[in-house]
């Protein structure tokens, strides 16, 4: 049996990072946070932001992202259709990295986040090295997922500069500013000392997950 601060009845505090035994206090006393052995509700919150963010998806890739407005017309815009505006145009390093941004990396991040869910449900023992690697490499690509709205914000700037063009956001920017803030607060949620439970899970029930 892997032996675990959890095992031992051992608490780390998330705020100070003190570890407490749980059975003397039910609060760090060097910051006064209220101890866990693993975070309340956490693949409930998990699921519900996960959920979420995946039926924001498809409305953020498909929604228009920009209107553009200008003496010559109207054109209104989507993530994908910039991409290939910017691909066409001979922008491609800017082309790939606003397509890795605003499709491949959410998408990856949800499957990722949906895996890990089904596999601590299951109880699975396999791979579970690898999965908490997974999970802290979602942790490290998460601060990178608002680049693509960085980029329209300063292609916005640009062209409003340059030209006479006026472009309004559309409702596409909503919706992908809404996936990234759930899919980061569904990996905040997620515990990732439940994948190494299934060999000794926690010795005080009411207070684990």
């Known amino acids: 049996m892997t032996v675990t601060a959890a095992s031992r009845g051992l608490a780390v505090c998330e705020v100070c990072g003190r570890l407490t035994p749980l059975a003397e206090a039910a609060h760090c006393p060097r910051c006064g946070a209220?101890?866990?052995?693993?975070?309340?509700?956490?693949?409930?919150?998990?699921?519900?932001?996960?959920?979420?963010?995946?039926?924001?998806?498809l409305p953020a890739?498909?929604?228009?992202?920009?209107?553009?407005?200008?003496?010559?017309?109207?054109?209104?815009?989507?993530?994908?259709?910039?991409?290939?505006?910017?691909?066409?145009s001979g922008s491609w390093s800017l082309a790939v990295v606003v397509f890795a941004a605003s499709v491949v990396v959410p998408m990856l991040k949800l499957f990722s986040l949906t895996y890990l869910l089904l596999s601590v449900g299951r109880r699975s023992v396999r791979h579970r090295?690898?999965?908490?690697?997974?999970?802290?490499?979602?942790?490290?690509?998460?601060?990178?997922?608002?680049?693509?709205?960085?980029?329209?914000?300063?292609?916005?700037a640009l062209v409003q500069v340059q030209s006479?063009?006026?472009?309004?956001?559309?409702?596409?920017?909503?919706?992908?500013?809404?996936?990234?803030?759930?899919?980061?607060?569904?990996?905040?949620?997620?515990?990732?000392?439940?994948?190494?439970?299934v060999e000794s899970p926690p010795p005080f029930p009411g207070k684990s997950e």
């Not at 866990?36 to 998806?57: D, E, F, I, T």
């Not at 228009?64 to 109207?74: A, I, K, L, R």
């Not at 999970?135 to 680049?147: C, D, H, N, P, V």
């Not at 409702?171 to 809404?178: E, K, S």
Request: proline share 5%; hydrophobic share 55%; charged share 15%.
């Open 164 to 197: 006479l063009a006026v472009i309004v956001p559309g409702p596409g920017i909503v919706a992908f500013g809404a996936v990234v803030v759930l899919s980061m607060l569904a990996t905040m949620a997620f515990d990732p000392r439940l994948i190494w439970d």
């Open 61 to 88: 890739n498909l929604l228009v992202v920009m209107q553009t407005q200008s003496p010559f017309g109207t054109e209104e815009s989507t993530l994908l259709s910039g991409v290939v505006f910017l691909w066409n």
């Open 34 to 57: 209220p101890l866990h052995l693993r975070k309340p509700g956490s693949l409930g919150r998990c699921w519900a932001l996960l959920l979420s963010a995946c039926v924001l998806y």
């Open 129 to 156: 090295r690898a999965r908490s690697r997974l999970f802290r490499l979602l942790e490290l690509i998460g601060r990178w997922s608002m680049l693509d709205v960085y980029v329209v914000t300063l292609l916005v």
